[in-house]
T-cell receptor, first 119, second 114 residues
Framework: GAVVSQHPSWVICKSGTSVKIECRSLDFQATTMFWYRQFPKQSLMLMAT?????????EQGVEKDKFLINHASLTLSTLTVTSAHPEDSSFYIC???????????????FGNGTRLTVT | GENVEQHPSTLSVQEGDSAVIKCTYS??????FPWYKQELGKRPQLIIDIRSNVGEKKDQRIAVTLNKTAKHFSLHITETQPEDSAVYFCAASIAGTSYGKLTFGQGTILTVHP
């Protein structure tokens, strides 16, 4: 089945530093990737939609200058948390959308997530 | 935008019993409704999904029903087993280029007691 690789799986950083998270589709092309954030014991909240070669679309309330998203190729999207603060500590998960034609199972494939802890 | 409400927030059942989780959505344009199982610290795993052109879908012990008129859909797990214990999320989106633009419910913590 389709595999989405997300790295790192966990990261600890100091307040004020930046952290980059990578999301790769290993065996399919993902024209669209989605980034979610999940705080402890809460649901997943969509942060932004990333299309290859264009600017990301951010959900209301998500700071685009703080959460930089780059989707430079059909298999890679990155999320950079800039000037991280303790309140940014969360579980970040990407989802890659594959071929949406037909009904060959789910077109969505989640990465394993990245646990970010900002001290 | 879309709003998805999920109930109950916690559900405790005995092994072998059935479990039902219900969700309602607000946007009539939504037509893709997946259910995910998430274990602590792991990614959501799709367990079943349904599109609005069908009213029910079943896969072994798991079934999902959809009522488009009432804008609600439900997950049914029969013959529950301890390994079914996890957090379950319903979600809604619009099929096509925005499959992955999911609005999730609040989640249900399912505990199956042996």
């Amino acid at each position: 089945g389709a595999v989405v690789s997300q790295h790192p799986s966990w990261v600890i950083c100091k307040s004020g530093t930046s952290v980059k998270i990578e999301c790769r589709s290993l065996d399919f092309q993902a024209t669209t990737m989605f980034w979610y954030r999940q705080f402890p014991k809460q649901s997943l909240m969509l942060m932004a939609t990333s299309n290859e070669g264009s600017k990301a679309t951010y959900e209301q309330g998500v700071e685009k200058d703080k959460f930089l998203i780059n989707h430079a190729s059909l298999t890679l999207s990155t999320l950079t948390v800039t000037s991280a603060h303790p309140e940014d500590s969360s579980f970040y998960i990407c989802s890659a959308q594959g071929d949406v034609t037909g009904f060959k199972g789910s077109p969505l494939h989640f990465g394993n997530g990245t646990r970010l802890t900002v001290t | 935008g879309e709003n998805v409400e999920q109930h109950p927030s916690t559900l405790s059942v005995q092994e072998g019993d059935s479990a039902v989780i219900k969700c309602t959505y607000s946007d009539s344009a939504s037509n893709y409704f997946p259910w995910y199982k998430q274990e602590l610290g792991k990614r959501p795993q799709l367990i079943i999904d349904i599109r609005s052109n069908v009213g029910e879908k079943k896969d072994q012990r798991i079934a999902v029903t959809l009522n488009k008129t009432a804008k609600h859909f439900s997950l049914h797990i029969t013959e529950t087993q301890p390994e079914d214990s996890a957090v379950y999320f319903c979600a809604a989106s619009i099929a096509g280029t925005s499959y992955g633009k999911l609005t999730f419910g609040q989640g249900t913590i399912l505990t199956v007691h042996p």
